[in-house]
């Protein structure tokens, strides 16, 4: 069994064809690390700033924190589990990492009217002086929990747990066919 | 066929000629029609009958108010029964039938029910069918559906896609009318963001109907220029068909947007909704839903011909459609004299002009013949009016031929959105009708709905309301000068002004035959004189006695009147009587668009395992639980009874090995300087002192006592612990573990993160377990370095990959989980099966999976159901006597919970191998009668055992195991069956536990 | 019933991202307490009309418990705390 080849499978539907094609791009993200940080309940985001500074300068990625005292650490560049135990062993206790990349999953919806797709499952105000760009909030699509993240003039990072990657990869494509 | 289509028209385009049917009659109409407008001017005022007594019928109304005019439209799946003929645009090829009538509308059997009609007053339903019961349900029901109902619903799913969305706003304005607009563009001038919602089309509202010059331009041009400037400007979303039909707390307010009903069925974009619910968040809110035209109770005031003064001068003005040819109108207000203007203008013949003032408006100068202090008490005329007798002051009847007649009653501000949270309607006899609550926070009513009167007055109010709105908001503004020359705005100059205001007639007294007051309900005036005398005169009462104001209108045109007959009665004001509860929604809303999108496959989100495509390779067959999609069996070479698979995989795991999808269980990682702390509180059992690399059964009590859930926790690291919970469970654990962290013992340092979908996790059991997942784990897997309750962190494939091992078992064979990330799940499940392929292995699904825990006796939540404690399920030794505190220590302990007669966990199994019996079955004693008192049990779970050759169960029995052996009664009571069974070890297989430690 | 809540660590939501416990009953007794304090712990609910304090969970954002304190008649919300922060106290 040495010689086995692993594959780490996408849960998100092969067929790229599905994306959109027209003013709604729809991009799913295979790579990258999402780590979810769990402080102690007198952690602030300054100090895990500064707590994971010294890996962060060589993984890139940022904060985005989900709820008193937890954070997720979310990078594009694809990391070894021998570096992430590594990581994780070079942490204080004040600070717990969970790897969570194979957990959550990510996609990209961009376009024009993504603020009128994202509306139809979503309640969050995301207009733009409101919803700033590398801001992120946790909450809904319909019924499926999601991190939502502004990455750029329109374009926004959904990510949600791995097992919902298909539903949710089929309910904005549907939201998002008026437009395309 | 005559043409009622007259020139004018500022809501059609006569370029645009569109082509419908009627009751299966081809007619045509004109782009921007309605079904209503466009049936007008075909002259087909009978379009349908009544609910109760089968009563001709015509359009009364121009909007969403209308009692009468409701149609199915549409076909098969796109048929939308309850249509209101008013509301519903004239698309190219509609299809529209009248509904509540048979053979057909110009001749209807139900009609007859008009001869019965005093049988059929008020309380009908009560005093009619109360007795014999019998003949409820035999007799009475099916009779009144057949006769009476609404349109029905179509067999055929509606192809169309629908949405909800959320919308947010500064100031959403509900109303375009002129004091809407005005307010719209005020705050959209000032850079607010601004949501403007109106039910019509088009947007202006009442305006639409006006012929008077606006800042010198003609009503549509006007229109079209405010429109323009609106569009221009991006922090102003205007929807049109768009009805706000609910006031939610907080500002949060339902509206359903009619996106392409109005659309042929070709031009239908299938990926657009057909309607859109919109929930709108707003800052702030201005209502301008303007105000109702109330009919007239006199009898025979639902002839067809009738119609309402106001919405006689929209069909005249906006759609270009004489209501007849020659018209009279019956009018208690001055306002209802602009259709006598306009009629007279188009060059229609008015036969007069019925006033019951004494001293009518003075500003009305035209030619008609003026009477007044008279009133209309009876019409005539088969399927449309012929004429109208009229009383007048001295006494003496007049009948007077006419075709339509125009009726107004006074205005009702449409209130219902300042009510829907509760707050009452304030009487004013200033404007004879009940007034918005001025005190709810966050919404302005303004303009006709506040009792405003005249359009300049309207622009006004509505420009200085935004202003007021945008100041709390911390916007400043200026009134946007719209609509300040109206020619002949007569309202507004309070010289010109009637000299006499208002007079409510709530009903004609003098009414010959029915005088009605809820038009679709068919409520009479003397419906309601009758719930008075039988001491229903309270207005709640009044309206269930009479069903006043229940039918899918929901009183719009009647509730007022109604309010004024039961004041009037009383001799008291309408305001001592008050409304009934205003609650949503204003106008019906589809289910299609309360539904949304969640329907057929997008019911529910789907959770899919990371190895479901790998068990979907294998051939699995998929079950649902809660959202997730499990692989229950792996049919195999031309297995096609579900038990052939389930008997083979079970079969295969005791004599060789198998793997099973476990991911699907809930993962809790736990870390913390407290977190054993924490476990030994919230399990009942000890977990102060399990070992780095070790997993611990642990029982969860719930705080009264009894068992919440069962799992098992591994130690990892120092302060790192890995829980795993039941599937079912798995949201509601953690949730559990959050409230006891959080608000229990916020104190300890314990931080909790939910990590069932970064695993794939594979159940390998069987005595050939250990075997083949040697040949992937790179560890020593022998009883010594990994023996049973192992836990830790594992190589495999020569390093390739890290993965955490457990050594527990469900099935009661030597078995491992195995847990890799998610996403090389299927990878690994592949490698395990070509490891295994030596050792015949073969995947199993839950139910061989549910199999192999009942030949062992494991329980799951078919045991722990609520009702069970540690000790039901002989684990009472687990419950820790040492530990001061754990959640559900106290309580375990009351008096009840240890009554020695409480049912304890056993096996049982048929006496005779070849009888059955099921779940849900109850245990007596031989020779028992079946008797509550006799009852000793219940089975909790059963199989087929393919190791037994029998049906095997688990059960909860008084007694319990003190009684193995003993004979008993396994009856079932729904089946009717009786089987001899046997109480025993509920571990049916290994009860020594020599394969789980091989 | 309300139909946003400002969670005080998400801001304001929809009532769809919380589920209700329900009321806050006293706080949980010590393990020798009286049985009728355990009794009332466990069991006795108040269900008032008017002013009324709520466990909720914001299991669609944050996932922290909250103290909601609302009028069961008005509906208005007059505060939302986090659970963790009642610990010293006692039932209102
Ligand atoms: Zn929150």
């Keep these: ?180 | 066929m005559t043409s009622f289509r007259i020139d004018g028209g500022t809501s059609i385009n006569r370029d645009d000629v569109r082509q419908f049917s009627f009751n299966g009659e081809k007619l045509s109409g004109f782009g921007g029609d309605t079904v209503a407008s466009a049936l007008l001017a075909n002259g087909k005022q009978l379009v349908g009958r009544s609910f109760k007594y089968h009563r001709p019928r015509g359009i009364l109304t121009a909007g969403a108010a209308e009692p009468n005019a409701l149609l199915t439209i549409g076909r098969d799946g796109r048929r939308d029964p309850n249509t209101r003929a008013t509301m519903a645009e004239l698309f190219d090829g509609l299809e529209a039938r009248s509904q509540n009538c048979w053979p057909n509308v110009d001749f209807d059997i139900g009609a007859v029910n008009g001869v019965l009609g005093p049988i059929l007053g008020a309380g009908f339903y009560y005093k009619t069918f109360m007795w014999p019961a019998a003949f409820w349900e035999k007799v009475y029901e099916p009779i009144i559906r057949k006769a009476a109902g609404l349109g029905r619903a179509s067999y055929d799913p509606d192809p169309g896609y629908y949405e909800k969305c959320w919308a947010h706003c500064d100031l959403l304005v509900i109303g375009a009318g002129a004091a809407g607009l005005a307010a719209a563009l005020t705050a959209g001038r000032a850079g607010a963001r601004v949501i403007i919602a109106d039910e019509g089309a088009q947007l202006g509202g009442g305006m639409r109907a006006e012929r008077s010059m606006i800042d010198g331009k003609p009503a549509d041009i006007f229109l079209g220029d405010v429109m323009g400037e609106l569009i221009s400007l991006p922090n102003v979303d205007i929807k049109s068909r768009t009805t706000i039909f609910a006031n939610y707390d907080d500002g949060v307010f339902g509206g359903v947007e009619r996106v392409q009903k109005h659309l042929p069925e070709a031009e239908i974009n299938p990926n657009r909704a057909m309607e859109r619910l919109w929930r709108i968040v707003a800052k702030h809110t201005i209502l301008a839903t303007g105000a109702e035209e109330r009919p007239i109770v006199f009898g025979g005031n639902d002839r067809p011909g009738v119609m309402m003064a106001g919405a006689m001068r929209t069909y005249l003005n906006a759609y270009g459609v004489a209501p007849g040819k020659r018209v009279a109108l019956f009018a208690n207000n001055d306002q209802a004299y602009d259709t006598a203007r306009d009629l007279e203008e188009r060059g229609i013949e008015i036969a007069a002009i019925i006033d019951p003032r004494t001293c009518p408006d003075v500003g009305y100068h035209g030619s008609a013949r003026h009477i007044a202090g008279a009133v209309v008490r009876d019409t005539a005329g088969r399927k449309g009016l012929k004429s109208i007798t009229v009383r007048h002051d001295d006494g003496r009847d007049e009948v007077i031929a006419v075709d339509a007649l125009a009726i107004s009653g006074g205005y009702s501000p449409i209130v219902h959105l300042a009510c829907h949270r509760g707050a009452r309607p304030v009487w004013s006899d200033d404007h004879a009708g009940f007034m918005p609550p001025m005190d709810a926070d966050g919404l302005t009513p303004v303009g006709a709905v506040s009792g405003v009167r005249g359009i300049v007055a309207c622009f006004n109010a509505g420009a200085n309301a935004a202003c007021d709105a945008l100041v709390g908001l911390g916007i400043s503004a200026r009134p946007a000068l719209i609509g300040a020359d109206v020619a002949g705005d007569h309202v507004n100059d309070p010289e010109a002004a009637g000299a006499q205001d208002t007079l409510p007639v709530w009903s004609v007294p003098s009414a010959r035959g029915k005088a009605f007051v809820d038009f679709q309900n068919d409520v009479t005036a003397s419906d309601i004189n009758l719930a008075m005398r039988e001491g229903y005169d309270h207005v709640e009462l009044a309206k269930r006695y009479t069903t006043n104001g229940m039918a899918t209108d929901q009183g719009k045109t009647s509730n007022v009147n109604a309010i004024g007959i039961l004041a009037e009665n009383k001799g008291v004001s309408p305001g001592d009587i008050g409304t009934t509860t205003f609650r949503p929604f204003y106008t019906p809303v589809s289910f299609g668009a309360l539904v949304g999108a969640s329907k057929g496959f997008e019911f529910q989100p789907v959770r899919k395992s990371p190895l479901h495509g790998w068990a979907a390779r294998n051939g699995a067959k998929f079950v649902e639980t809660g959202l997730w999609y499990r692989s229950s069996w792996f049919p195999k070479g031309g297995e096609t009874f579900w038990r052939d698979s389930v008997d083979r995989e079970v079969l295969n795991v005791r004599t060789n090995v198998g793997i099973c999808d476990v991911s699907t269980l809930g993962k809790i990682e736990i870390f913390g300087a407290d977190a054993a702390e924490f476990l030994n509180r919230v399990y009942c059992n000890a977990f102060l002192k399990l070992p780095v690399g070790k997993a611990r059964y642990g029982l969860m009590l719930r705080e009264d006592g009894f068992i919440y859930d069962d799992g098992t926790t591994s130690c990892l690291a120092e302060n790192h612990y890995f829980m795993t919970t039941t599937t079912a469970l798995a949201a509601g654990v953690l949730t559990h573990l959050e409230f006891c962290a959080q608000v229990l013992w916020p104190e300890l340092d314990v931080r909790l993160a939910s990590a069932t979908d970064q695993w794939a996790q594979m159940a390998v059991a069987g005595p050939k377990a250990r075997a083949t997942l040697a040949k992937i784990i790179d560890d020593d897997l022998g009883n010594e370095a990994f023996p049973f309750l192992a836990a830790r962190e594992v190589s495999l494939f020569g390093g390739k990959l890290r993965g955490r091992l457990f050594r527990i078992s469900f099935s009661g064979e030597l078995a491992y989980e195995i847990a890799v990330p998610a996403g090389y799940g299927s990878c690994v499940a592949d490698a395990i099966m070509e490891a295994g392929k030596e050792f015949d292995i073969a995947p199993y699904g839950t139910e061989a999976l549910g199999v192999m825990r009942i030949e062992k006796g494991h329980v799951t939540h078919a045991e722990i159901n609520g009702t069970v404690t540690p000790a039901d399920l002989g684990m009472g030794r687990m419950v820790s006597a040492k530990k001061d505190d754990f959640i559900g220590r106290v309580m375990n302990k009351r008096e009840g919970l240890l009554d020695a007669a409480r049912p304890l966990l056993v096996g049982i199994k048929p006496k005779s191998p070849s009888d059955r019996f099921a779940t849900g079955s109850h245990i007596l004693n031989v020779g028992a009668d079946v008797r509550l008192e006799n009852d000793q049990g219940y089975v909790t779970s059963t199989c087929h055992s393919p190791n037994l050759g029998h049906t095997i169960g688990l059960a909860l029995i008084k007694g319990g195991p003190e009684r193995y052996g003993e004979e008993v009664v396994i009856w079932n009571g729904l089946a009717g069956t009786h089987v001899t069974g046997v109480i025993c070890n509920p571990a049916f297989v290994d009860p020594e536990n020599e394969k789980l430690h091989a | 019933m309300s139909s946003l809540v400002k969670c005080p660590h998400c801001g304001l939501r929809p009532r769809e991202e919380f589920t209700i416990r329900g009321e806050v009953p006293s706080p949980r007794p010590a393990s020798d307490a009286p049985a009728n304090a355990w009794f009332d712990h466990v069991y006795l609910r108040d269900n008032p009309r008017g002013e009324h304090r709520e466990y909720w969970h914001h299991a669609g954002g944050c996932r922290r418990w909250l103290v909601l304190s609302r009028n069961t008649i008005t509906h208005d919300i007059s505060a939302v705390v986090d659970a963790s922060t009642l610990k010293a106290g006692t039932k209102s």
């Design chain 1, 1 to 180: 069994m040495r010689d086995f080849l692993l594959h780490n499978v996408s849960p998100f539907p092969a067929d790229e064809t599905a994306n959109g094609h027209g003013n709604m791009q729809i991009r799913a993200l295979r790579d990258g690390f999402v780590f979810h940080l769990l402080g102690r309940s007198d952690t602030d985001t300054a100090t895990v700033e500064k707590t994971i500074a010294a890996p962060i300068a060589d993984l890139g990625g940022e904060l985005r924190q989900l709820a008193p005292y937890q954070w997720f650490w979310v990078g594009n560049a694809t990391l070894s589990q021998e570096r992430v135990a590594e990581i994780s062993a070079a942490l204080p206790s004040m600070l717990a990492l969970t790897d969570q990349t194979h957990g959550r999953v990510r996609l990209v919806v961009s376009g024009p009217q993504v603020r009128s797709v994202l509306a139809k499952g979503a309640m969050i105000d995301l207009a733009d002086d409101v919803f700033a760009i590398g801001q992120s909030v946790m909450t809904q699509i319909g019924h499926i929990g999601a991190m939502i993240t502004r990455t750029g003039d329109a374009e926004f990072e959904i990510m949600v747990l791995r097992s919902f990657a298909e539903s949710l990869w089929h309910e904005i494509h549907q939201m998002a066919a008026e437009f395309n």
